[in-house]
């Protein structure tokens, strides 16, 4: 029976792909003191699979094509919040990466040289160790075997977990502080006072940074203003802001709070929230985007996944928002018509631009970039991907061509493109992992440790201590440096607040492309100086 399984799986590769990814996502649910592997747990599945089954091999593009998936989506994803990363405190704190990074390659390269590991194997270390899928295939594009894989497999489990622990205890010794979540819209009715009577809109609202007026009542009618509207005494005004101090602020200086008039009388103006659906409307910067004529019309609010948004000029609508707007009560279906209304399109978005993304990806990874005296590296089919999807990302739209896709989307895209190269890497280097730790699997479990703890003490150490950076920044970017989703994740939980998303987001494809080239060199001057 467990001859007919193994020629089974040994025959289908497919099959044998998808055994690897369901089992896989299956051992990762499972969660040990709050840590699980995730999707990380599909390497070691393929691994199991292919120690079961000797003749098991996943031919073909399909884990190149997965990770490709991957990193595309991660670049589309970050690229506004990377290229914002390359100004200012992001110079910072990619040099502090830059050097943890470097120097955990230099730990790796010595201790490898030290205990007799071969290139290869510490090559796949420092991948594993950083759980860096591209630089796994850069070193394997290099090594061309499959030594690689077996040194990254073993390095990878203390790749997610020795992050989070190094992060629980300095959270635990540094006992930082952050303010509560804040709400980002907030909704105020204002009655203006005698002393502004006879003024203009844009001449109350200019000296109210961050308050916005979207409605005014005036004589018994609501009404979208305009810019030259001339407010008189008890006139109404509904204003939203991202701070409920600024509402409070602007009401001391016009007038009064006085709730009730605005929202209750939908006479003229009512409110309805419809899903954003056509690729029309996204993309395009709030302040250029052409409503609907011949009846006013005001967008009030966004809501994106789990946010509320005030919908600033320079905002533009993804697939999936949730806007509201008003409208004249007889209009709704034109607005509904006009911005799709659909659920659906949260998990929609263009082929053809994630086509013509991914060539221009692959193409940009196949130009030569000679080095004098190391040889011929290349982006590779990692860096490549990622830095056309980083430019599009924070292109987001030229001309019909969108291309951003909706959060949902990007998440399937890319945690499926994930699966499927683990799997192809788990399942490939079954046997030979199998044989590499009998003979020196603790020695390089002992070298992954060192190398992880080298770029991880480097970040939060240096950059607590001497650069002096806010924690919730801090842990951003140690996460960036390492680079697993689920090290992030955890980061959030220890620093509730969005600056570790941006500090990932700054570091991550960054860190991404110095690992590549970085492996590609180290692996160039050593098979060199072997074969001489």
């Given at each position: 029976m467990l001859d007919l399984v193994r020629e089974i799986i040994g025959s289908q590769p497919i099959l044998t792909a998808f055994l690897a990814i369901g089992l896989g996502y299956l051992v990762g649910q499972i969660s040990i003191g709050g840590f699980s592997l995730g999707v990380g747990a599909v390497l070691f599945v393929g691994l199991a699979i292919g120690a079961f089954a000797p003749k098991a091999q996943i031919i073909g593009p399909i884990g190149l094509t997965g990770l490709i998936m991957f990193l595309y989506g991660i670049g589309i994803l970050y690229g506004r919040q990377f290229f914002e990363g390359m100004f200012g405190v992001g110079q910072k704190y990619n040099l502090l990466a830059l050097v943890g990074c470097i120097a955990s390659l230099i730990v790796a390269l010595g201790l490898g040289h030290i205990f007799g590991i071969k290139i290869g194997h510490t090559l796949g270390i420092y991948a594993g160790s950083m759980t860096s899928t591209a630089t796994l295939q850069a070193a394997l594009d290099v090594m061309k075997n499959k030594d690689p894989s077996i040194g990254y497999s073993i390095a990878y489990p203390f790749g997610v977990i020795g992050p989070i622990l190094c992060i629980y205890f300095m959270t635990q010794i540094v006992k930082p502080k952050f303010p509560a979540k804040a709400q980002r819209f907030h909704m105020g009715e204002i009655s203006i006072g005698e002393s502004h009577a006879g003024k203009r809109l844009d001449e109350l609202t200019t000296a109210l940074g961050g308050v916005r007026v979207t409605m005014v009542?005036?004589?018994?009618?609501?009404?979208?203003?305009?810019?030259?509207?001339?407010?008189?005494?008890g006139d109404a005004i509904l204003v939203v802001a991202e701070e409920n101090e600024a509402i409070a602020r602007a009401a001391a200086t016009l007038g009064k709070l006085e709730p009730g008039r605005l929202a209750s009388d939908r006479a003229d103006l009512d409110y309805i929230r419809v899903f954003?659906?056509?690729?029309?409307?996204?993309?395009?910067?709030?302040?250029?985007?052409?409503?609907?004529?011949?009846?006013?019309?005001?967008l009030l609010h966004v809501r994106r996944y789990d946010a509320d948004l005030v919908p600033a000029p320079d905002l533009m609508l993804e697939f999936g928002d949730r806007i509201g707007i008003l409208m004249p009560p007889d209009r709704k279906e034109e607005i509904r018509r006009y911005f799709g209304d659909t659920v659906k399109a949260a998990a929609e978005f263009s082929y053809v631009s994630l086509g013509l993304g991914m060539v221009m990806g692959v193409l940009l990874g196949l130009i030569p970039i000679p080095i004098p005296g190391v040889g011929v590296v290349t982006l590779g089919i990692g860096g490549g991907p990622l830095i056309v999807a980083l430019i599009l990302g924070k292109l987001r739209r030229t001309g019909p061509m969108l291309w951003t896709m909706p959060l949902p989307a990007n998440i399937v895209l890319r945690n499926f493109g994930l699966a499927m190269f683990l799997a192809t890497v788990g399942v490939n280097a079954g046997q030979p992992f199998v044989r590499t730790v009998a003979e020196s699997g603790f020695t390089m479990l002992f070298i992954g440790v060192a190398v992880l703890l080298t770029t991880v003490f480097i970040v939060l150490l240096v950059g607590?201590?001497?650069?002096?950076?806010?924690?919730?920044?801090?842990?951003?970017?140690?996460?960036?440096?390492?680079?697993?989703?689920?090290?992030?994740?955890?980061?959030?939980?220890?620093?509730?607040?969005?600056?570790?998303?941006?500090?990932?987001?700054?570091?991550?494809?960054?860190?991404?492309?110095?690992?590549?080239?970085?492996?590609?060199?180290?692996?160039?001057?050593?098979?060199?100086?072997?074969?001489?």
């Open positions: 009542r005036k004589g018994g009618h609501n009404f979208v203003p305009a810019a030259d509207t001339v407010l008189t005494a954003v659906g056509k690729a029309g409307v996204v993309g395009i910067p709030l302040a250029d985007l052409p409503m609907p004529t011949g009846y006013p019309t005001h607590h201590y001497v650069l002096k950076i806010p924690y919730d920044d801090l842990v951003g970017v140690a996460s960036g440096a390492t680079g697993n989703p689920a090290i992030l994740v955890y980061s959030t939980k220890m620093a509730p607040t969005e600056r570790p998303d941006i500090g990932y987001a700054m570091i991550f494809p960054s860190m991404t492309i110095v690992k590549v080239i970085a492996t590609q060199i180290v692996g160039l001057l050593m098979v060199g100086s072997s074969a001489g």
